[in-house]
């Protein structure tokens, strides 16, 4: 009762398109699956999303994707005592790295 499910919907678009951006051969990955071993490393709120609603967005499109395969989590990253957090800015980000 205290769990709030919530995804961003387009997140598999985003995954493949940018896949398909990187390379024209996209499809060697992401409609593959006879051929591609598949894992995701994740923490462990992840895991809903990349378990049931990632693979059923893809499978309602009745075309042949390529799924996980393996799905490993872990417990929280943690930085100075707090779990990290983009939305609550706790955390080292890429644009305050310094040289």
Do not use: C
């Not at 961003?8 to 591609?36: L, M």
């Not at 598949?38 to 999303?49: G, S």
């Not at 967005?57 to 872990?74: A, P």
């Amino acid at each position: 009762e205290t769990k709030v499910f919530y995804v961003w919907f387009d997140a598999p678009i985003g995954y493949i398109s940018i896949t398909a951006e990187y390379t024209s051969e996209w499809r060697k990955w992401w409609q593959n699956r006879e051929q591609v071993e598949y894992w995701q490393f994740m923490a462990k709120d992840n895991v809903p999303f990349h378990s049931v609603v990632f693979p059923s967005t893809l499978m309602g499109t009745g075309k042949e994707w390529t799924l996980v395969n393996r799905l490993m989590s872990t417990e929280y990253l943690n930085y100075e005592d707090s779990k990290f957090s983009k939305s609550r800015g706790i955390g080292v980000f890429g644009n305050d790295a310094k040289d």
